[in-house]
């Protein structure tokens, strides 16, 4: 049950975020806001506040805000309509959607960074058989101090420095066993496991596993607020290289993608492990969220932005049948997108994998 509610929590929150987006940039500009509602289905809850109905829907898997004459069929032409507005204001409109969901995405990662997080120290957990570490004696409860002469407090320093060793086979270590403090040279192993996009990349091993000894890292408030930007920018990096492999079939997009069942998933394991597990999980979906809605597909922002550089190319909107046209396009393939998958992610979850 607590799954659930953190699961509808944070979907909750990556919608309401996303369209308040819109909300606040089309008052500014003065187009009126007929309508902002959170879910589809039926109807929940309603409240009527000025010119907006702000409701809650059953089916909590997307939102909405509907704008006066954003469809050629009812717009009359007023100055409060969102078809009345130049190509310039209502990309605005637009973009701030998604410009929100990545804003939020960064100052989670701040608060990560500032509240802080538990990670491994260099302690010693395990060694594993054929690889540096154990031709060169480290015993489980070493505590490795130093890489090279680099200080390591955190485990993750002590990946990064090996992994990143480009220009020796081995590396010397400063180590502490029962309270001793002694220096052993230690042979790299490289090894070929999947990256964060699926491909193989060889990766720089001593061979050893952490102890199950944790420590809490926090950073001062300007400190956590770099490390939040270089966070964002490397995951911004990682989804936009993705999402290019994807579209042009070096990664699979079956194995690529998850819906609400994977994304369920996903959240559970994080409720399990803690707050700042969560706040790593809201973090990421909402990153990616804002950058997936700016691909220029019908129906997401993206295709809205695209249809508005035609737009200002043409001098003038599209038809009304063209408009029908790009609707229904995009509201099929959405509609196949999310069958696709719910499919897969049943597959994934409770099957095999489908070929």
């Given at each position: 049950?607590?799954?659930?509610?953190?699961?509808?929590?944070?979907?909750?929150?990556?919608?309401?975020?996303?369209?308040?987006?819109?909300?606040?940039?089309?008052?500014?500009?003065?187009?009126?806001?007929?309508?902002?509602?959170?879910?589809?289905?039926?109807?929940?809850?309603?409240?009527?506040?000025?010119?907006?109905?702000?409701?809650?829907?059953?089916?909590?898997?997307?939102?909405?805000?509907?704008?006066?004459?954003?469809?050629?069929?009812?717009?009359?032409?007023?100055?409060?309509?969102?078809?009345?507005?130049?190509?310039?204001?209502?990309?605005?409109?637009?973009?701030?959607?998604?410009?929100?969901?990545?804003?939020?995405?960064?100052?989670?990662?701040?608060?990560?960074?500032?509240?802080?997080?538990?990670?491994?120290?260099?302690?010693?957990?395990?060694?594993?058989?054929?690889?540096?570490?154990?031709?060169?004696?480290?015993?489980?409860?070493?505590?490795?101090?130093?890489?090279?002469?680099?200080?390591?407090?955190?485990?993750?320093?002590?990946?990064?420095?090996?992994?990143?060793?480009?220009?020796?086979?081995?590396?010397?270590?400063?180590?502490?066993?029962?309270?001793?403090?002694?220096?052993?040279?230690?042979?790299?192993?490289?090894?070929?496991?999947?990256?964060?996009?699926?491909?193989?990349?060889?990766?720089?091993?001593?061979?050893?596993?952490?102890?199950?000894?944790?420590?809490?890292?926090?950073?001062?408030?300007?400190?956590?607020?770099?490390?939040?930007?270089?966070?964002?920018?490397?995951?911004?990096?990682?989804?936009?290289?993705?999402?290019?492999?994807?579209?042009?079939?070096?990664?699979s997009f079956r194995d690529s993608v998850t819906g609400p069942l994977g994304i369920f998933n996903i959240t559970s394991a994080a409720a399990r492990l803690g707050v700042i597990a969560v706040l790593?999980?809201?973090?990421?979906?909402?990153?990616?969220?804002?950058?997936?809605?700016?691909?220029?597909?019908?129906?997401?922002?993206?295709?809205?932005?695209?249809?508005?550089?035609?737009?200002?190319?043409?001098?003038?909107?599209?038809?009304?049948?063209?408009?029908?046209?790009?609707?229904?396009?995009?509201?099929?393939l959405i509609i196949a997108l999310a069958a696709f998958v719910t499919y897969n992610d049943i597959m994934r979850i409770f099957g095999s994998k489908p070929r």
């Open positions: 049950m607590l799954s659930l509610l953190i699961f509808l929590f944070i979907l909750g929150l990556l919608i309401i975020v996303h369209e308040f987006g819109h909300f606040i940039v089309a008052k500014k500009i003065g187009v009126k806001v007929e309508q902002f509602s959170l879910g589809f289905g039926p109807r929940l809850l309603k409240k009527k506040k000025g010119d907006t109905e702000y409701a809650l829907n059953a089916i909590p898997l997307g939102g909405y805000v509907k704008f006066a004459g954003d469809n050629l069929e009812e717009y009359k032409g007023k100055p409060y309509e969102y078809f009345y507005q130049p190509p310039g204001k209502r990309f605005w409109i637009i973009f701030f959607g998604p410009l929100l969901n990545y804003c939020l995405g960064f100052l989670v990662f701040w608060l990560i960074f500032f509240a802080g997080y538990p990670t491994f120290t260099t302690k010693v957990g395990g060694v594993l058989a054929g690889y540096g570490a154990q031709e060169a004696g480290l015993q489980i409860g070493d505590k490795i101090t130093a890489v090279d002469g680099k200080k390591v407090v955190f485990w993750e320093e002590l990946q990064k420095i090996i992994r990143e060793n480009k220009e020796s086979d081995k590396v010397k270590l400063s180590v502490l066993r029962d309270n001793k403090p002694f220096t052993v040279e230690v042979r790299i192993r490289a090894k070929e496991f999947p990256d964060a996009l699926g491909r193989g990349r060889k990766v720089s091993l001593l061979g050893i596993t952490p102890f199950d000894e944790v420590i809490k890292v926090r950073y001062g408030f300007f400190e956590s607020f770099f490390k939040g930007l270089n966070k964002t920018w490397e995951l911004t990096v990682i989804t936009c290289k993705g999402l290019f492999f994807m579209l042009t079939g070096k990664i790593q999980v809201i973090a990421i979906l909402s990153i990616s969220l804002g950058i997936f809605n700016l691909l220029p597909l019908p129906v997401l922002d993206g295709g809205h932005i695209f249809l508005l550089g035609i737009e200002k190319i043409r001098g003038k909107t599209l038809s009304l049948k063209a408009e029908r046209f790009v609707t229904q396009a995009g509201l099929s």
